[in-house]
């Protein structure tokens, strides 16, 4: 995210809570470098389950100081929607 996204935060938080379409939360680490806000740590997974795609596009909106709302398009311009236990699934222990 441009630098310039950061004058909407009272101070950029270390770690911020995605929010997706169907209320899902998910939390990531953030980190400031070269000019830019970068999601981290729990960014790489949140994409894998969330399956963004090269060609999808991500909007983020500030919901609280902490929180951001994520809505994700896929390459032909629709709302993906979520569901929640994808999230479960993704951690679920491997046996």
Not at 10 to 18: N, R, S, T, Y
Not at 68 to 89: P, T, Y
Request: hydrophobic letters at 45%.
């Amino acid at each position: 995210m441009p630098l310039d996204f950061t004058k909407h935060f009272v101070a950029v938080p270390a770690e911020l809570k995605l929010r997706n379409n169907t209320n899902c939360s998910w939390k990531v680490m953030v980190k400031l470098m070269n000019d830019r806000v970068n999601l981290d740590q729990g960014w790489a997974t949140y994409a894998a389950v969330h399956q963004i795609k090269i060609g999808y596009m991500v909007t983020f909106k500030l919901l609280t100081p902490d929180t951001l709302k994520v809505i994700i398009f896929d390459d032909d311009v629709i709302e993906v929607v979520n569901k929640c236990g994808k999230h479960d699934e993704a951690f679920a222990a491997k046996e």
